[in-house]
């Protein structure tokens, strides 16, 4: 029996500069996933600082008007007795 030829795919090695290119595409696609993760937590402390600091404006602002009052009623007071 005279079968015919199976076409088998011939197995070949790594190509070295198809390597590459997908090495270096999924190297810039991982560092750009890097450097955005970093800059939204750079955003992120940057505006708790932010505020921080606005809630600290605010605090010393009530604070200083409350020990005016403070220190005024003390002198009411005072002067009532």
């Not at 402390?45 to 003390?74: G, N, P, W």
Request: charged share 15%; with cysteine; net charge positive.
């Amino acid at each position: 029996m005279a079968g015919g030829r199976v076409a088998h795919v011939t197995l070949k090695g790594p190509s070295v500069v198809r390597e590459i290119c997908i090495g270096f595409a999924l190297g810039l696609v991982a560092g750009g996933l890097w450097k955005m993760h970093h800059w939204n937590e750079q955003r992120k402390v940057r505006s708790f600082y932010d505020l921080l600091e606005k809630a600290s404006e605010v605090f010393c602002f009530v604070f200083s008007v409350f020990s005016h009052v403070l220190i005024l009623s003390c002198g009411y007071l005072a002067f009532r007795l």
